[in-house]
Each structure stands twice: as C-alpha cells, then as structure tokens.
C-alpha cells in the first residue's frame, strides 16, 4: 500500500479543512494517509518513509507561515528526492504560499511534483472540498496507487 504524508500549516483553520479534504481523496484510490500539523513534526525521521509528501500553507503577507521553512529544512535534510510532491494553501487576495512550497520543493529538494499546487480562495465551499478531493486523487494517480 502506497503511503503520504500530509503536512499543514493554519492560522484559522481553512489550510487544515483543505489538508483533510485532500486526505479524503488520496485515501479513496487506496492511499494510507498520515496527516499532521507542521509543528508536530520534530525531527528528520518524521519525515522519512512516506511514498508521497503534501505540504501546505495559507499566504499571510505574501508568504508561507513561518513554520514551513522549518519544514522544507526538515524535508532537505531527509533527502526527499524523486518522491512525489505537492502543494496546497488558502488564501484571501494574492495566494503566493503554494506556489513558493511548490517551487522549493521541486527546485531545492528535487521532488517529483504536480504541475500545478492547488490553491484555494476563502471562504472555501463544499465544492472547493471536492475539488481538493480530485486533487489528493490526482497526487494518488501519480504515485501509481
Ligand atoms: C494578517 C493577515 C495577512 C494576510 N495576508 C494575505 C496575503 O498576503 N495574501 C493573501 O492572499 N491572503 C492573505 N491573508 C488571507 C489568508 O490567507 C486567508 O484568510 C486564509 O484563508 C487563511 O488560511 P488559514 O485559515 O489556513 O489560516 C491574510 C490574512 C490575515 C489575517
């Protein structure tokens, strides 16, 4: 069985609800999926052993939180390369944080991600939750699960 890691970062709450949206649809194509807050992981070896890695953020002035580039640190270090990767954040107005996670993780770590993140306008509806949904079926499509 094919095995993610689904990462968020949230101030309010609608990067988590994307997070487990995305879940959703990994686990319908079969993927075991283990989801967690940026600041639960600690250590490389949280990292390590995951098949494909998600990573999000919400954009607050302009930016990822700040926690994510303790995460990509993280993910460096783990040596991430080839795994398959993508990136997904809400925003308000300008939505940068996605594509800057998505960028590092397919520049600076040499993951095997996406083509597109995905990225959300809040309020998110139910239908944006499907579409996160198609997207988690997506990244689930391309780690041949
Ligand atoms: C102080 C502050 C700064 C923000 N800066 C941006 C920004 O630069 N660009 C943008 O698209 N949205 C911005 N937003 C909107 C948030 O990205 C949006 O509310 C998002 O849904 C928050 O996600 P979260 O619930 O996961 O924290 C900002 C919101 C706040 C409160």
Redesign the pocket.
């Known amino acids: 069985m094919k095995t993610a890691l689904v990462i968020y970062?949230?101030?309010?709450?609608?990067?988590?609800k994307l997070a487990e949206c995305i879940s959703e649809g990994l686990n319908s194509k079969g993927v075991e999926v283990t989801i967690k807050e940026s600041e639960e992981l600690a250590s490389v070896e949280d990292l390590k052993n995951f098949d494909g890695y998600v990573l999000g953020s919400?954009?607050?002035?302009?930016?990822p939180l700040e926690d994510t580039a303790r995460i990509l640190e993280l993910a460096a270090e783990a040596e991430l390369k080839g795994k398959v990767g993508a990136a997904f954040?809400?925003?308000?107005?300008?939505?940068?944080a996605p594509d800057i996670i998505s960028a590092a993780m397919g520049g600076r770590l040499e993951m095997d991600m996406l083509p597109e993140p995905l990225v959300v306008k809040?309020p998110a509806t139910d239908d944006e939750c499907a579409r996160a949904a198609s997207y988690g079926e997506l990244i689930a499509q391309k780690m041949g699960a």
């Open positions: 970062n949230t101030k309010k709450g609608a990067t988590k919400p954009t607050y002035y302009t930016e954040g809400a925003y308000g107005w300008s939505g940068e809040t």
